[in-house]
């Protein structure tokens, strides 16, 4: 598993790994959407073949990449290295890691519209043994990666063992003691602690963690090829992969123990996030509470240095980060673990979606799904190197 540093996780997320929005005001009059690009396909396949063009085979893009509109792929492209490969398509399965918290935070929003829970309750109310520092996180912060608490993933003997079978008081011991980086509800601070601790607040809750997503959080979205780690893996999922210190790309351990034991990485597949973004668009997941307070930014403001690397970027949701981009929103997600990248864009506003799954972890998948919303944005091909985001300096009242 690779060392979730905060500041690439974020900067990259997936994709970002992206309170106010851009979405225009309620008064303005209703602005026509955008026409689709009318070689996105040719572009698509240029900037791969740059994006590909001084790299070793075995070091190339594998994996899918689709581009839709309101629920229709525009564009689907498999990517494999040897023709004896099975071709990657939209029902593949591909661990989407940090994606994976999209879930999590639906999962909880889910349990507080049923109340189960409120989002002021402290952690500390549902698994015992934490720090009294640790404890007292509220769940709306550890949603939102204000809550101070140190990653387990910056654990430095811990990353070292991480393919070691480990049990659940070695990864909390890792952090659940030590003072929080900062207090909490005032500093945006990602953090994979936030989110394992959230797993077992559900677990807490339900008696099965899989049978409650498919029942309140997959099964309504439709997605039927989606799953937990609790659940058998099925036909047409692919392993990871990486690189040897030769060069070789190997496969990973069939199995990430910190994640699986974490709870926190579910399987999916290109059309069951299309039937994702199609729930969020027609408001079908959750209560109009819970989807305000999944698609805002709650974090008041962000550091300097992730102002300046990401002028795009609004702040982190529940779950979902979200950016404002030549004057529209995007919500996006990147995941990221051994054998396995991945990214997850929307653009609300024009029913646009980007879903890049790699099956290797040395691309990083959000490297080719942003230039794609570049694309899709400007109407114009993308080039290697050339930044042709356009941060949004207005602060419109959001739509939703």
């Known amino acids: 598993m690779q060392r979730c540093d905060p500041r690439v996780a974020v900067l990259m997320l997936g994709a970002f790994l992206l309170a106010m929005g851009c979405g225009r005001a309620a008064s303005a009059k209703p602005r026509a959407r955008l026409p689709n690009p009318p070689a996105l396909a040719s572009w698509v396949d240029a900037y791969m073949e740059a994006f590909d063009r001084d790299k070793p085979a075995?070091?190339?893009?594998?994996?899918?990449?689709?581009?839709?509109?309101?629920?229709?792929?525009?564009?689907?492209?498999?990517?494999?290295?040897?023709?004896?490969?099975?071709?990657?398509?939209?029902?593949?399965?591909?661990?989407?890691?940090?994606?994976?918290?999209?879930?999590?935070?639906?999962?909880?929003?889910?349990?507080?519209?049923?109340?189960?829970?409120?989002?002021?309750?402290?952690?500390?109310?549902?698994?015992?043994?934490?720090?009294?520092?640790?404890?007292?996180?509220?769940?709306?912060?550890?949603?939102?990666?204000?809550?101070?608490?140190?990653?387990?993933?910056?654990?430095?003997?811990?990353?070292?063992?991480?393919?070691?079978?480990?049990?659940?008081?070695?990864?909390?011991?890792?952090?659940?003691?030590?003072?929080?980086?900062?207090?909490?509800?005032?500093?945006?601070?990602?953090?994979?602690?936030?989110?394992?601790?959230?797993?077992?607040?559900?677990?807490?809750?339900?008696?099965?963690?899989?049978?409650?997503?498919?029942?309140?959080?997959?099964?309504?979205?439709?997605?039927?090829?989606?799953?937990?780690?609790?659940?058998?893996?099925?036909?047409?999922?692919?392993?990871?992969?990486?690189?040897?210190?030769?060069?070789?790309?190997?496969?990973?351990?069939?199995?990430?123990?910190?994640?699986?034991l974490a709870q926190s990485v579910i399987r999916s597949t290109a059309n069951d996030l299309l039937a994702w973004d199609r729930a969020l668009a027609t408001h079908s997941v959750l209560s109009p509470q819970s989807e305000r307070d999944h698609l805002t930014p709650h974090v008041s403001g962000n550091p300097a240095w992730l102002r300046e690397a990401v002028p795009t970027l609004r702040g982190y949701g529940y779950g979902i980060n979200v950016s404002c981009d030549h004057g529209h929103e995007l919500h996006t997600h990147r995941g990221d673990m051994a054998g396995f990248s991945s990214h997850f864009a929307r653009l609300p506003s024009e029913g646009w979606l980007v879903v890049v799954l790699s099956d290797t972890d040395r691309i990083v998948a959000s490297q080719l799904s942003l230039p794609i919303v570049e694309m899709l944005l400007t109407s114009q091909p993308a080039q290697i190197g050339r930044d042709t985001t356009e941060p949004c300096t207005d602060l419109p009242v959001l739509t939703r």
Request: glycine share 6%.
């Open 58 to 260: 075995q070091q190339r893009f594998t994996g899918f990449i689709g581009v839709a509109r309101d629920g229709v792929w525009l564009l689907q492209r498999g990517y494999r290295i040897r023709p004896s490969d099975p071709m990657p398509d939209a029902d593949t399965r591909f661990r989407i890691a940090s994606i994976s918290k999209m879930f999590t935070a639906v999962a909880i929003l889910q349990l507080r519209d049923q109340g189960r829970l409120s989002l002021e309750d402290r952690v500390g109310k549902y698994v015992s043994g934490l720090g009294a520092a640790v404890a007292s996180v509220r769940l709306a912060d550890l949603l939102s990666h204000r809550s101070g608490i140190t990653s387990y993933t910056d654990d430095d003997a811990l990353m070292k063992t991480w393919m070691n079978p480990h049990t659940l008081d070695d990864v909390l011991a890792t952090f659940k003691d030590l003072p929080l980086r900062a207090a909490p509800n005032t500093a945006f601070d990602y953090s994979n602690s936030n989110y394992l601790l959230l797993q077992l607040v559900i677990r807490k809750l339900v008696p099965s963690t899989e049978e409650f997503y498919q029942q309140q959080v997959l099964g309504p979205a439709h997605m039927t090829r989606t799953s937990t780690l609790d659940s058998p893996n099925l036909p047409n999922s692919v392993s990871g992969h990486t690189l040897d210190s030769s060069g070789a790309r190997v496969s990973t351990a069939p199995e990430d123990p910190l994640f699986e």
